[in-house]
């Protein structure tokens, strides 16, 4: 983590004009100055800040679709098991309501006076204090049976009301999920109509200055040792093995990758299931300070949470970066750091 601590306040700052820069992104680089009056440094500085800035706001969509997604995902679930639930406790609810109809039946057809009436009619005290005896146990009988009546009942009314909850939560997510793939594929739009409008010499100054800034490489450095064993060392060689694969949104695998669909494809072939998004993946496994990050260790960028990387050690990280570019190894502190999480 040396070189992280190092360079952690200089790109943090960096990268938080990105995110400023993000509110004045819409499609394009109109606002960068002419080449013929301006620094060409400068302009590449700004053509690589509304680059990254308009790939930012496309992430940020993403995450929030994928949020949505696994949502009703589990709504689903949760329907498919209360449907199950609600249809069992109906069928011991019908034979219930059955067996007390026949009960009422047969008492009106062979007792039409009723045992109480047929009771006090006798003439017998033997058989009358016999009788009286088994009505009480009749009647204890019938009202433990009718308080069983009303509370299946009451449950199988409580359970209808959470299926139907439920599935007005799937519909609401439905809406939602309509919504931010509208917004998720006009972002990425924005961002591919940012990278359409440089010529060929400007996007190649771009990427050799984010190459430059974040130390990028899509090959693993001569030399270069990872310090890790077990699941850690599986994730990392299967992410690893996918450098240079490009980066798509929404993507995960096996020939193109968005960047938790690398990290949990990496843990996935290490036998560790993650959650789809960056956001949710950052509540997975345990909190590390990035003082101790250890090789394998997954690190989140931004707040709220909107991408993620995998750990390798020496300060530097495996991730699937942005549109237009490929699953590559950047410096660790390239990016504002959120947080950390060891899983496995």
Not at 15 to 25: Q, R, T
Not at 33 to 57: I, N
């Amino acid at each position: 983590m040396r070189n992280g601590r190092h360079h952690l306040a200089r790109n943090t700052a960096s990268k938080a004009a990105v995110v400023v820069a993000c509110l004045a992104v819409t499609a394009g680089v109109a606002g960068l100055p002419s080449a013929s009056v301006a620094d060409p440094a400068e302009t590449t500085e700004q053509a690589r800040e509304q680059v990254e800035a308009s790939h930012h706001l496309a992430e940020q969509a993403l995450e929030r679709y994928l949020a949505i997604s696994d949502q009703l995902d589990a709504n689903r679930a949760q329907v498919t098991a209360i449907e199950a639930d609600v249809t069992k406790q109906q069928r011991a609810f019908d034979v219930l309501r059955g067996q007390m109809g026949a009960t009422i039946a047969s008492q009106l057809t062979d007792n039409p006076m009723g045992p109480t009436a047929q009771l006090i009619a006798s003439d017998d005290p033997d058989a009358f204090l016999d009788g009286l005896s088994a009505l009480q146990a009749y009647n204890t009988n019938q009202s433990d049976r009718l308080a069983t009546f009303g509370e299946q009942s009451k449950q199988l009314e409580v359970r209808k009301a959470q299926l139907k909850a439920k599935t007005d939560a799937i519909t609401t997510a439905r809406t939602k999920l309509a919504r931010e793939k509208d917004t998720l594929d006009r972002r990425a739009k924005e961002a591919d109509a940012v990278l359409a409008s440089l010529t060929a010499a400007e996007r190649a100054a771009v990427d050799a200055a984010e190459t430059a800034a974040d130390g990028a490489t899509e090959t693993v450095p001569a030399g270069t040792s990872v310090d890790a064993s077990g699941k850690a060392k599986k994730a990392i060689d299967f992410a690893l093995s996918q450098l240079g694969d490009p980066y798509s949104y929404g993507a995960t695998g096996p020939d193109s990758w968005d960047c938790s669909g690398l990290t949990g494809g990496a843990w996935r072939a290490a036998g560790v299931s993650l959650p789809r998004s960056s956001s949710a993946q950052a509540g997975a496994g345990s909190p590390v300070s990035t003082a101790d990050m250890q090789p394998g260790d997954l690190v989140f960028y931004y707040s709220p949470v909107s991408h993620v990387g995998i750990y390798l050690g020496g300060g530097r990280l495996v991730h699937a970066p942005r549109t237009g570019k490929n699953v590559e190894i950047v410096s660790v502190s390239s990016m504002p750091i959120n947080s950390v999480r060891r899983v496995g």
